[in-house]
């Protein structure tokens, strides 16, 4: 069974960056979608960026052009750089994966197989 963990997570000032790391227990980014998501309390979980096995990115209109999401398969790290953070970033944010096809990664939660425990952004204004 795949393990991930997220870090990265913390406080900081509207305006700032934060790059999130979610590491797995085995070599699975060359052949999984992986993606972010983020719930913020009183809120639906949402997704953030996904990204192919073969590097293809995606990502949601609030943090396009903001938010960066990337993987080394060798270290078998998945990353989410989040620069120009607002205060509306705040949750608690996911990485998630599947060893389906391209055809199948997107932002549907139910397509997700593995999950990490997530890790808490808070932005402050």
């Known amino acids: 069974q795949v393990q991930l963990v997220e870090s990265g997570g913390g406080s900081v000032q509207a305006g700032g960056s934060l790059r999130l790391s979610c590491a797995s227990s085995?070599?699975?980014?060359?052949?999984?979608?992986m993606a972010w998501f983020r719930q913020a309390p009183g809120k639906e979980r949402e997704g953030v960026a996904y990204i192919t096995s073969g590097d293809t990115t995606n990502y949601a209109d609030s943090v396009k052009g903001r938010f960066t999401i990337s993987k080394d398969n060798a270290k078998n790290i998945l990353y989410l750089q989040m620069n120009s953070l607002k205060p509306e970033d705040t949750a608690m944010y996911y990485c998630a994966g599947h060893p389906r096809g391209t055809r199948y990664c997107g932002f549907s939660q139910r397509d997700f197989t593995e999950w990490g425990q997530g890790t808490q952004v808070t932005v402050s204004s």
């Open positions: 085995g070599s699975i980014y060359d052949r999984y979608c």
